[in-house]
């Protein structure tokens, strides 16, 4: 290899790798730059912002980003973004599966009302009421009451209301 080697060989569990020795992010580095592009997808991300969140100068950073990621900070920006256009597109065709019985069903769940609550206050009969749940479930992608709320919260379809008095 040429003077100052840039990656060396090792081996673990007797398969060879390849190690940067030079130039990479750090493990830690790396993780505050990917949660820093996460958390600020939706806005305007420039090189000179992942190079102060890294404390490296810009083009050490967009060097050294590359080593270690595979591609160019701009983009594994954008990859990200498509990444996140995707999820938030499944997200928004769930919501559109779910009929309007259902959400008014997963409404009542979310305030923790019983089958025979739900039936009761819809003027319909609980096993109508599990019916809507079963197919809940399989359009939510989740087996429980409890996750199907978590989801329908996370997609914006529920909010959940809390009692801010205290049991005596």
């Known amino acids: 290899m040429h003077g100052h080697a840039l990656a060396s060989w090792i081996t673990l569990s007797g398969k060879w790798q390849i190690r940067n020795?030079?130039?990479?992010?750090?493990p830690g580095v790396q993780r505050r730059v990917c949660e820093f592009v996460?958390?600020?997808l939706?806005?305007?991300?420039?090189?000179?912002?992942l190079a102060a969140t890294a404390g490296l100068s810009m083009h050490d950073?967009?060097?050294?980003?590359?080593?270690?990621v595979g591609v160019t900070p701009h983009s594994y920006?954008?990859?990200?973004?498509?990444?996140?256009?995707?999820?938030?597109?499944?997200?928004?065709?769930?919501?559109?599966?779910?009929?309007?019985?259902?959400?008014?069903?997963?409404?009542?769940i979310g305030q923790g009302q019983s089958n025979k609550e739900i039936a009761r206050v819809l003027g319909i009969a609980p096993e109508t009421v599990?019916?809507?749940?079963?197919?809940?479930?399989?359009?939510?992608?989740?087996?429980r009451r409890a996750q199907a709320v978590?989801?329908?919260?996370?997609?914006?379809?529920v909010t959940t209301r809390y009692s801010s008095s205290t049991r005596g």
């Not at 950073?61 to 270690?68: K, Y």
């Open 21 to 26: 020795s030079r130039g990479g992010l750090a």
């Open 130 to 143: 599990k019916s809507h749940v079963k197919n809940m479930f399989a359009k939510l992608g989740v087996e």
């Open 38 to 40: 996460g958390a600020h």
């Open 61 to 68: 950073f967009a060097r050294a980003f590359e080593q270690t």
């Open 77 to 108: 920006v954008v990859r990200r973004r498509i990444e996140r256009a995707k999820e938030m597109s499944s997200m928004s065709g769930i919501a559109a599966a779910l009929s309007p019985r259902e959400r008014s069903i997963l409404d009542f």
């Open 42 to 49: 939706s806005e305007s991300i420039g090189l000179e912002s």
């Open 150 to 157: 978590h989801r329908a919260q996370s997609l914006g379809l």
